[in-house]
Structures are given as C-alpha cells and as structure tokens.
C-alpha cells in the first residue's frame, strides 16, 4: 500500500512511517518542521535526541530502500497539498500535520489565529486535494478526545448517538464542547471532513485520540528503530511524558488544583498499532466513520501517584506538588467514553501504563542533563484567562 503521512516528522509521525515501513508499505512523507520551531520558541527540545531529516531518511533508506520519500512543504499551500496528493497516488492519508497543542493555542490572538489557519486551511486543503485526484483514499485525521469536552455529564458515544426530542428520535454527532482554541480547530476540522465525506462520498476515519504517552516501539529491533521526539515543555509535552521527565530530574510533579481532571490514555506504541489497523481496515458500510482512540482512564492525580511509585522503587524519590491550574478546567468531573470499535477491529494494549511509565524513567534516565538544560521550559506561563494582544500575522507559516 502507498501511505501518506502528514507531519512525518512529528512524535506519532515518525514512529508510524517506521511502523509501516517495517509492515511492507511505501511511505510518503511531508513536513514544514514546525514542530521542532514552535519547541525551541517555548524555550526547550526534544528529551530525547533526534537526527536532522536528511540524516533520518538517509538511514532509513540504508535498511528500507527507496521505499520512503520524504517532501518538505506547508499543507496551508493548496499547490503543494494538490502535488503531493497527485504524486503518491496513497491508498491512504494520515493527517497528522497540526499545531497539536492546547496551551500554545491560548498564548495569545496570533497563536490563535495561526493554529486556526494552520489546521483548518491544510486540513480542508487536503479534502480538496482528495476530491480532485485521489477520490478512493482513505482519510485517516487525527482528532481527539478533547472534541467532545471534558464535562458534558452523561457517556461519551463514539461521533454519533441516538436522540429523543419532543417524541421523535434521531441519530445525530455528539455535540462538541471544546475546551481550548486547539481543540476547537479539530471540531471545526471534524465539521469540515464529515461534510466532504456526505458531499462527495470521501472515505474517512476522524480519529478522536486520548492523550498519548511513551517512547517506545515493540516490534522493530532496536537496531533499525530511530527514536521519535519526545516533548516535556509546558506546551508540546503532554502530562504523563511531563510527570515522568520531571521525576527523572528531581522536579516536583506539576499536578494542576487537586488533580481530578480525568482523560483517556494511551500508549505511542497503542497510538501507532491502532492507526495500522484502521489502515488495514477502512469504512466499509459508512463513509465517515468516527473512532474513540485510547486505552484506559486516569485522573491527573492518579498518574501522578503511579509515577511517584515506579519513580521512588527506582530510588528517584518523586515529589508531587498540587499547583494552581492555569487552565479553565473544573476541579473534578464525571468522565466516561466509549471506546468499542477500535476493540472491535483487533486493537489491544500492548502493555500496562506501569510497565510504560518504566521504559519511559528508564529512556529518559541517560538524556537527563538535555531535560535539566531547558528546565525553564517545565514552569507553565501559558494562562487561560489572561491573554494579551499581540500584532496579528496573517502569514500562513509559523509565527
Ligand atoms: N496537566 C497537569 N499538569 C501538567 C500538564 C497537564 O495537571 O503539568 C493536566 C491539564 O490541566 C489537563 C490534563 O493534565 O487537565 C491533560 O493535559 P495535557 O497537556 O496532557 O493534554 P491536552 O492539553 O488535553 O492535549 C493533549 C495533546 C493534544 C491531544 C489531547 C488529547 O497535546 O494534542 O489532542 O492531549 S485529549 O486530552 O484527550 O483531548
């Protein structure tokens, strides 16, 4: 099969082309390298040390052959989302090139404004891109969990769920009930994709993903495996990597108010075995199909607790500091999603969050002194509620 992966150089991008190459597919790689700008803007670097891209699909190439191309562009370009498209002919496209964070997206109006463009306008720039010349891809988006909101009081169903109202019934997508400006650009993208797929009979699968978590690869030997990045500054680094970063230099846990704020989780090895699968298996009876992608619940405290015990047995004696939330989050909540189709396909977790939690303190041990050099980058400034106005770009590259 030809796999397009969008944001090829990102966390998930890397360690999946590596997966799908190491599977027998051809991969087709872009990337603006966005990712590694926006980091060093917070101050910070990968924890762990990554290759230039040359130097990445030079190496690739001496285990895979030419069955990797990499092309470096903005999505934002519908010239260069139109060429890529037509030049990998892909049975499928895995959209993975976003500003994927939700404290960048509330710095200020331009990082707000540049996540919207950034997301909004690739993404449709590939629905367009589809619908033009290759109109039998599938589409597999990246979206998440954070779509539907944290609170809404009632189960999370998986997109669509069964209505009644003033004694008719329908089915009908959840309502979306995001809680930052990333997380709104994904509903919007979520909007944009369903409505391609009932206009013009486009194939996807809009993927709502729990936070993911981990460094890990099972089944490629390490010999050929080249890590993927691996983020823990206030913005780019999700919180279990952060806790576990933290332990590893003596930093207390940064746990937000009391820690009750409870999400789906799951680990980058899950995260990859399950984007294979639905590569493998597309929508067969649906154009738009909508997917719950994670693995277990935890609260914020939980994890905190679990790092704090794997951490103290390694003799790291964690700390776990409760510390004022600067998000707008609610102290604590009911929280409770489907996750059955993903199940349904084959999908099971390779390991336990423990056993993870275990890999992760021990591949971060040796890059200790990289995660104390940017240590400044762990303290969050990013708030919520205090924004303040800056110039507005309307420039479709990073700010
Ligand atoms: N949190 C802490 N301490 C920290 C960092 C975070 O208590 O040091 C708390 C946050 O307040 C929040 C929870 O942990 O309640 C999750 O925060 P996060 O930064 O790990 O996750 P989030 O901002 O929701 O976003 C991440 C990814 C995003 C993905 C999303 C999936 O950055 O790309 O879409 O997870 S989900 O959360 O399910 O929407």
Same mark, same amino acid.
């Given at each position: 099969?030809?796999?397009?992966?969008?944001?090829?150089?990102?966390?998930?991008?890397?360690?999946?082309?590596?997966?799908?190459?190491?599977?027998?597919?051809?991969?087709?790689?872009?990337?603006?390298?966005?990712?590694?700008?926006?980091?060093?803007?917070?101050?910070?670097?990968?924890?762990?040390?990554?290759?230039?891209?040359?130097?990445?699909?030079?190496?690739?190439?001496?285990?895979?052959?030419?069955?990797?191309?990499?092309?470096?562009?903005?999505?934002?370009?519908?010239?260069?989302?139109?060429?890529?498209?037509?030049?990998?002919?892909?049975?499928?496209?895995?959209?993975?090139?976003?500003?994927?964070?939700?404290?960048?997206?509330?710095?200020?109006?331009?990082?707000?404004?540049?996540?919207?463009?950034?997301? /909004?306008?690739?993404?449709? $720039? &590939?629905?367009? @891109?589809? *619908?033009?010349?290759?109109?039998? =891809?599938?589409? %597999?988006?990246? !979206?998440?969990?954070?779509?539907?909101?944290?609170?809404?009081?009632?189960?999370?169903?998986?997109?669509?769920?069964?209505?009644?109202?003033?004694?008719?019934?329908?089915?009908?997508?959840?309502?979306?009930?995001?809680?930052?400006?990333?997380?709104?650009?994904? /509903?919007?993208?979520?909007? $944009? &994709?369903?409505? @391609?797929? *009932?206009?013009?009979?486009?194939? =996807?699968?809009? %993927?709502?993903? !729990?936070?993911?978590?981990?460094?890990?690869?099972?089944?490629?030997?390490?010999?050929?495996?080249?890590?993927?990045?691996?983020?823990?500054?206030?913005?780019?680094?999700?919180?279990?990597?952060?806790?576990?970063?933290?332990?590893?230099?003596?930093?207390?846990?940064?746990?937000?108010?009391?820690?009750?704020?409870?999400?789906?989780?799951?680990?980058?090895?899950? =995260?990859?075995?399950?984007?294979?699968?639905?590569?493998?298996?597309?929508?067969?009876?649906?154009?738009?199909?909508?997917?719950?992608?994670?693995?277990?619940?935890?609260?914020?405290?939980?994890?905190?607790?679990?790092?704090?015990?794997?951490?103290?047995?390694?003799?790291?004696?964690?700390?776990?500091?409760?510390?004022?939330?600067?998000?707008?989050?609610?102290?604590?909540?009911?929280?409770?999603?489907?996750?059955?189709?993903?199940?349904?396909?084959?999908?099971?977790?390779?390991?336990?969050?423990?056993?993870?939690?275990?890999?992760?303190?021990?591949?971060?041990?040796?890059?200790?002194?990289?995660?104390?050099?940017?240590?400044?980058?762990?303290?969050?400034?990013?708030?919520?509620?205090?924004?303040?106005?800056?110039?507005?770009?309307?420039?479709?590259?990073?700010?």
């Amino acid at each position: 099969m030809n796999i397009l992966i969008l944001g090829i150089d990102g966390y998930i991008g890397w360690a999946l082309a590596q997966k799908q190459l190491y599977l027998g597919n051809k991969v087709f790689g872009i990337d603006n390298f966005s990712r590694r700008e926006t980091v060093k803007e917070m101050g910070s670097d990968s924890a762990i040390p990554i290759e230039t891209m040359n130097k990445r699909i030079s190496k690739i190439k001496e285990v895979y052959g030419n069955r990797i191309e990499f092309f470096e562009g903005d999505l934002t370009y519908s010239t260069f989302a139109n060429d890529i498209v037509k030049k990998s002919c892909p049975d499928a496209i895995v959209h993975l090139a976003e500003q994927p964070s939700a404290p960048y997206s509330m710095i200020d109006q331009k990082h707000c404004i540049y996540t919207h463009q950034n997301n /909004v306008i690739g993404n449709l $720039n &590939i629905i367009y @891109a589809m *619908k033009n010349f290759s109109p039998n =891809s599938h589409l %597999i988006k990246l !979206g998440t969990m954070g779509e539907y909101g944290y609170d809404p009081g009632f189960v999370i169903p998986e997109g669509f769920f069964e209505i009644e109202y003033l004694g008719r019934k329908a089915t009908v997508p959840y309502p979306k009930m995001a809680g930052s400006w990333y997380h709104w650009t994904k /509903v919007h993208d979520s909007n $944009n &994709i369903m409505f @391609a797929c *009932k206009t013009w009979g486009l194939k =996807s699968t809009d %993927i709502m993903q !729990g936070i993911v978590y981990g460094t890990r690869l099972k089944d490629i030997p390490s010999y050929i495996y080249q890590p993927t990045r691996f983020d823990f500054d206030e913005a780019f680094g999700t919180v279990l990597n952060r806790f576990c970063s933290e332990a590893v230099i003596g930093h207390d846990l940064t746990v937000h108010g009391a820690g009750g704020q409870t999400r789906g989780f799951l680990a980058l090895e899950d =995260s990859i075995q399950c984007i294979s699968l639905l590569i493998e298996k597309p929508p067969e009876n649906e154009n738009y199909r909508v997917v719950n992608q994670f693995d277990e619940q935890y609260s914020v405290k939980d994890l905190a607790n679990k790092v704090k015990s794997i951490g103290d047995k390694k003799g790291l004696d964690v700390t776990i500091a409760n510390t004022e939330n600067p998000r707008k989050e609610k102290e604590s909540h009911y929280y409770k999603a489907d996750h059955k189709k993903l199940r349904d396909l084959g999908f099971k977790a390779t390991r336990t969050i423990e056993e993870e939690i275990e890999y992760v303190l021990e591949d971060l041990h040796p890059h200790k002194d990289r995660i104390l050099k940017n240590k400044q980058a762990i303290i969050k400034k990013i708030k919520w509620n205090s924004q303040v106005s800056s110039l507005i770009s309307l420039n479709p590259s990073t700010p």
